[in-house]
């Protein structure tokens, strides 16, 4: 096999070993790691969750005959660590491993390791390859890039709207997806750090915003509401999951809930500046119209998931106006999910 083709065969492998990792990582990265010796897997692992080790002690650790390590090559889809944070970093367990060469997707963007790792370990003898799969490798961390350049979470909105454009009443809660997006929405939910809706929403439909029909971890809920007259019984308030309330009132006080106050004159801005520092990777946001098109219209917004319906309402709340790039569509029974990237997001 080619050099090249070999490259990116094992590459991949990283990227899918990787994705073991979805929802248990953040504000973490997502890496794969393998040890190759003579073209054959020999040690694989995967960062499993936050505070961990990562993904390249498993992958060496996993290997049985460490006599091999000397004669392997290690593959990992982003830099190898070079700082003392939670563990210790990965570049000195290879150096101390005295593998030979190292195959890397995308360096790390986080300003400690930045191009460290790399350096560490071509500085004492070891052949380093970088670029892999790199565009696949950043789109594939797209959260923590984001997270670590832009100092703002990755943002997600999401909706379902009809057939004629409505994504439901004013007053009341309107079943538009199927249930077979519903899993999927359950799913995307596992993924992200965090979910997000308006007060108005919190109140029509008294949403548990958890993961019920998907096996994950429940994301962090944050409510934006700066009245603060939302009936404390509603399952928001009920201490099953983190929750953190938005606001610019800071007289706003709700049970088993977080308040962070919030500028009212740069509200989406300094609410995500605040979201960031509290360690919150990513944001799939589901609330009503008023919320999305106040991101939409703010352009802190990076992908859309539009469930399309085949249902027809004649009136209602009309869905969002949004322009964005379609990147691809999925048919989920009678819905049509179709995904869009804003290539212009703050």
Avoid at 130 to 146: D, S
Avoid at 178 to 204: C, D, F, P, Q
Wanted: proline content about 5%; aromatic content about 6%; overall charge neutral.
């Amino acid at each position: 096999m080619k050099n090249t083709e070999e490259h990116i065969l094992f590459m991949s492998r990283c990227l899918q070993l990787a994705t073991h990792g979805s929802g248990y990582v953040s504000p973490n990265p997502l890496v794969g790691c393998i040890i190759v010796y003579d073209g054959r897997i020999i040690g694989e692992g995967f960062h499993r969750e936050f505070g961990g080790p990562h993904a390249e002690v498993f992958a060496i650790n996993s290997v049985e005959d460490k006599s091999l390590l000397t004669k392997s090559t290690l593959y990992v889809n982003l830099e190898p660590c070079s700082h003392h944070g939670k563990t210790p970093p990965c570049s000195s367990l290879i150096i101390q491993n005295k593998i030979p060469k190292v195959v890397i997707g995308m360096l790390d963007p986080f300003a400690k390791v930045n191009g460290n790792g790399m350096k560490q370990l071509h500085d004492t003898g070891i052949e380093v390859v970088v670029g892999i799969l790199e565009e696949e490798c950043k789109q594939f961390n797209k959260r923590f890039i984001t997270h670590q350049q832009k100092k703002r979470p990755y943002i997600i909105l999401k909706w379902a709207q009809s057939a004629d454009g409505f994504i439901g009443d004013e007053n009341e809660e309107v079943k538009i997806s199927n249930a077979l997006s519903k899993i999927y929405s359950h799913k995307w939910r596992s993924e992200e750090a965090a979910i997000l809706i308006g007060a108005n929403t919190a109140k029509v439909d008294n949403p548990q915003l958890n993961v019920r029909e998907w096996e994950g971890p429940n994301p962090t809920r944050i409510l934006i509401d700066s009245n603060g007259n939302l009936p404390a019984n509603l399952h928001l308030f009920d201490g099953s999951q983190k929750t953190i309330v938005l606001s610019s009132n800071t007289s706003v006080n709700y049970p088993n809930t977080k308040l962070i106050h919030v500028e009212q004159e740069s509200f989406i801005a300094d609410a995500l500046r605040k979201l960031a520092d509290e360690g919150i990777q990513s944001i799939i946001i589901e609330g009503g119209r008023k919320t999305l098109q106040s991101f939409i219209d703010s352009n802190y917004w990076d992908e859309t998931k539009k469930i399309q319906s085949e249902i027809k309402l004649r009136k209602g709340v009309p869905a969002p106006i949004m322009n964005g790039i379609i990147l691809n569509t999925k048919k989920m029974d009678n819905n049509l999910l179709i995904n869009y990237t804003n290539p212009n997001s703050l």
